[in-house]
């Protein structure tokens, strides 16, 4: 098992690798310089600020010193030599890349991973109930609205969905359930104990957690337009998932031994149909790290797709860099993950 | 989990050449023809299948049309002004203050064009596309907006009368509320009678001064001009309908160009891949596995971004003489290198498993080379779910256009639906929807379509698929 | 009882507590704000360059001088006793601060507690715009004004402790500043925002980090920022006694509004500022219609739901709900420009005088105004902005060629020699990307179009377009200016020759009378005789037309009921300190 995880993890390096160094070479392509400068800069000045921002080096230096805890040059003020770039300073915002990438996650993920929760939900319930009525008027009306949900780009549900979901409903029932934008973060009381060093006010703080009673204000109107939007591809996945199962032979067995319906969907085939549930949760994992754009920017959300988003289009690599590294271990790490459990499910796996 | 069914229709067949739609098409031993298929059959039993199809091919024949010269539709006539802003569609009419507005800025044109160094010809040179001033004459033109402008002050007077009895009857509620009794019903009557009266006038008043404009600007009667109004017009007052139906080209060519050349690269790439596996394999699979371990929506923001702005060599800069940034190929590519992934994936998997099959194995035993058993043999026989896959592209740069554009690095310098909808996006607070619902139905009906469509292809060809 | 346990217990108790509440303090004066944008990027003085950091620095940090609130063409002393003393004819200026300035306790300091304020901070404040270590962002500001002050050379490190010719300390408040010669403008420097006064001790103390310690002697300090989501602020409790303007300085109009109520109040009147930063307008929007903020700079797109196009009077049903509005003219120059050194375009030979004149005659800034602005803006002939001294009488000089007048502009096209538009090749057109840009340049391409010139639109980055425009490689490009200071003279700097690209001429205009006008008003007092010279300055670049304008936006806002003593202006946010929130109305 331990040597089988371990290929694994030897086997996604150069993937690893691989994401770093294609996202170098792209951002490279265009130079950064003027957007670094104010507007009257001299011949000089640009010499001076490629050296300072160390882009006058190569590139495979750069990287090296992107990817290891090492610092090949010590004029640039800008590049620290920290693992990942994580103490570097960004080039847009006067700061830390830490101190920018730390406080969005929370954010994003106060988004996503109820989404993620909500949508495999209703969307396996939804599979379950068009597949036990496959063909029948229902399954086909659900299938249409699934198709309509997916025909409907994500935009005009957000624009719409703000519009009606926050401003309208408040105005007609006068009372304010969702907010048009916003995120609130607990603030809490100083109180605490001092002896334990990192208070959990300032735990909570440095890492921008939603606080409990403002999450439904502000964050439940655009998870639940995130929930529609995805429900129409889920719902068709998990259906043909479900009825993929429905008609394999271990159903049929245990209808032809007279198991009630109700024991065949939940106990047989549900249970059967968890593998592939499973597998798209998992390959969804990793992007709910970083979050929605779309909804972000609208609902005002400071969560991490807007940090990237602002930093890659201000020409801000270090940001860039930290976040799509930090993106490709979550995304690689789940995915040894998914592995090594089919595996232990499957002892068959571990010799292909 | 997804070893080869034999029951499916297509290892039902022959051995050595099995039926899909390439080999099909090009007659290839078979003697039937291509309606014959079961999967073409399959597909065509599907009623709604078969009415999407014909909408796609309406579509298609528009896109054609626009783009082939003389081109149904000229660019020039998409950024013409035709009317003036945010008109609503179906010759609705607009809120009583965007009405005004409406002929405050007729006035205000027909004003301008009078004040030039030669008044008669500026007024022959101005109009909203068809629609013009009723006469070249200055002295005319100048009589009738003197008229006109009387209107105006009438109806400003009556929006003050209007104003005033809102506020006495707003007064007298107040009051009452004050002193705490109970309003007196016949003076609350005589109030709000009085209110409606001043509405009737006002509203009377600014039809009395749309009369005049329409004597000023007659409204054109033709089929051509009512037309180009039929959705209304946007903050430019350029037509709805028209941007909407240019958009078509562009939503196709963009859907077209990469969903064609991403299911080409990928399949090719994909199948190399499967068939010859070892080193080729490896690199393949890195390369997709690197991509696709970022949201797909980043690359695209990057790679839109990056292609751009490209700074250095400026001859990058242009591409037929046209700044790149004006072409669609920031957007092709963005789309392009990130979705050859999808079909490079399936028809890998399908390659390693056609590889293995008895005819294959045979093929290769009376001695044809790699490269005839790749492209006649695998390749073709992932046709289908190449297909399905480029229809599922299609679908998918469509939508992924309006993201783009609306983040500012998609479509520029032509309109297409993502740019509409930019464009709408403040404009439904306003209650104003008619440009982002055009946008929005015309893209529902195409994408719906496709995705029907692409359903039925999976259902009809697919034997892995469950429908 | 276990007293571990019961410690544990305690902790688990205030952690629900602390997860459940989440407390906004029960304050008395809270006033929010928004500001259109993700946030600043730096609260370093010598580093802010935009809107969004002037305002949220100025809440913490002071400069000299401020523009006075109930009358923007004037400054005032903030940390001066008085204004500075004019010796030499202006080459010399003699500054007292005030006895009673003291930086807010911080860490930085020795035992924590503010210092107060001496002459050393302002040198070493202004040194630092000079040091290259800050990026010298602004030191344009200061760049040859002061008498020996220069910027470092590259390698090198800033020398605090070096004498500067200019900069003459007399005792701890008092001190003299020698200009290298009287430029007028330097007193409207000292009321920009990245001339304030910082701690010594901060900065070192802080390093790098110095951009999100703000420690300054301004209203307020800051609470808590978290970028793209907010930014609070809470009143300085030791702030020195300052007052609201007193009545008399008061126009009627103003006291009309109830401005002048608060006269006497000692500043800073709320308690508490919060900032919410937004990037799209429709949330925007949405939570002013809520009453969740104070004032909002109308969206355009939004104007015609609360005013009526016409009139430019708020509708009624604002009205009503006791909102109220005000105009703010802003001191904008927007204008397309030519680079007078392009072969197409460019030279001062007839026929290229002809072909400008042509394109000029064929832009309809109204339409522009119509349709993006919502009429809103002023066109006007000329390049100095209303209300200015030289901007010419409703905007309009018979001298200029505006448009639209296609009869004459085709006329001119003939006089170039390109009758009807033929053998003219497309012009390039440079213009930034975002907002509505791209649909100014169709609109653009559309009204040459009636005269059949055509243009070749290149939508770049805002840095792109002025590396493009630096390098003298624009043709035609698209480009505003906003005066740093109310006078006609920031204006015409822009067509000087000696300050030709990179510089601010962009249009590399070079008209040697032009310069020697220019350089003839650079130190004049203001008067009859200096506007004559604008007048005749103008008129030089109505008949070579370097450039096509103009357009001066005026931009409209809306205070919700509960804001008091809100008079908007987009010359300086250091006002934020006189609003205040009347609770009983929201």
Known sequence: MWAYTFRRILYNIPIFLGIVLLLMVLLRVNDPVYAQLSKNATEVEIAAKRVELGIDRPLLVQFAEFMLPIRLDEEGVHWTGSVFGFDDRSWYREDSVWNIVRPSVMPSLSLTVPALILSTFLSVAVGLVSAANRGRWIDRALVFFAVIGMSISFLVFIIF???????????AIGFELFAVRGYEAVAAPEVLDPDAGLTIRGWLNRYNVPSLLGWPKHCLLPVMISVIVTLGYDTRFYRSVIVEQSTSDYIRTARAKGCPERTVLVKHLLRNAMIPIITRVMITLPFVVVGSLLLEVYFSIPGLGQTLFTHVTNKDFPVTQTIVAVLAIIFIASNILTDVLYALVDPRVRLS | MSDPKPTSPKQATSADSPP???????????PKGFFDLPGVRKFMRNRMAVVALAIIVVFFATAISIMVPPGLIKIDAVTERVGLSKEPGFGRLAAVKDRISHADRIVSDVDKALRTSDPQSSLAAFGYAERTVFSTEPELVEDKLGEVNDKFDALDDAIADYEDALD???????????????????????????????????LAQLELLEGEIAELMPIPDSLAY???????TDAQGRSVFLRAVYSIKTAVQIGFVTSFIAVVMGGLLGAAA????????HAVVWLYST??????????IVIAFVVREISTPDDWKFFAGIPLGQTLIPVYLAFILTFWIGPCRVVRGEAMKIKSLDYIQSARSIGASQKRILLRHVVPNTAYLLFINMSLLFVGAIKAEVILSFLGLGVQGQPSWGIMIKDAKDEVINGFFWQIGAATAFMFVLVLAFNIVSDALQDAFDPKHVG | MNRKADGMFQRIATFLTLILVSVAGAQDRVVQLPVRTDGPKSLDPVQGSTVYDNKATVQMYETLLEVAYYDTTRFVPLLLEDLPERLDDGKRWRFTLRDDIFFIDDECFPGGEGRKMVTDDVFYSWKRLADLDNKLENWWLLRDTIEGLEANAQGTKFDYDADV????????????????QPVYRFLWVLTMFQTSIVPHEAVEHYGED????????????????VPKSHMTFDRNPAYRPMFYPEAELWSEEDAALGLAEAAGTRLPIADRLEFTFYIEDQPLWLEFRQNKLGLIQVPSAYFPEAFSKRSKRLSREFRQEGITHAAVPLLDYIFRAFNMEDELVGGYTPEKKALRRAISLAVDWDEFNQDFYEGLCTVYDGVIPPALEGHPENGRDPRAPRGPDIQAAKAALVEAGYPDGQGLPPIRFYTSQGGNNDQQVEMLQRQLSRINVKLDPILVDFSQLIEQVNKRQAPMFSFAWSSDYPDGENNLALFYGPNASPGSNHYNYNNPEYDKLYESIVAMEPGEERTRIYNQMQEMLFEDIPAIGALARVRYYLIAPWLKNAKPNERYYGWYKMLDADDSKR
Do not use: H
């Open chain 2, 20 to 30: 899909d739609l390439l080999a099909a098409r090009a007659g290839a031993n078979r």
């Open chain 2, 291 to 300: 991509i696709s371990a970022i949201p797909y929506l980043i690359w695209l």
């Open chain 2, 168 to 202: 006495e009857r707003d007064a007298y509620l107040k009051d009452i509320d004050a002193a705490q009794v109970a309003a007196d019903a016949s003076e609350l009557a005589a109030l709000s009678d009085a209110v409606d009266a001043a509405d009737a006038a006002k």
């Open chain 1, 161 to 171: 969905g703000q519009y009606f979901g926050a401003y309208w409903l408040t105005q």
């Open chain 3, 210 to 225: 110095f951009s999100r310690n703000p420690v300054g002697s301004g209203p307020f300090v800051l609470d808590e920022w």
């Open chain 2, 226 to 232: 009512k037309l180009r109004l039929l959705l209304g």
């Open chain 3, 165 to 180: 010719a200019g900069l003459v300390k007399i005792d701890d408040r008092t001190f003299e500043v020698v200009l290298t």
């Open chain 2, 274 to 281: 499967g068939y010859f596996g070892g080193l080729i394999d």
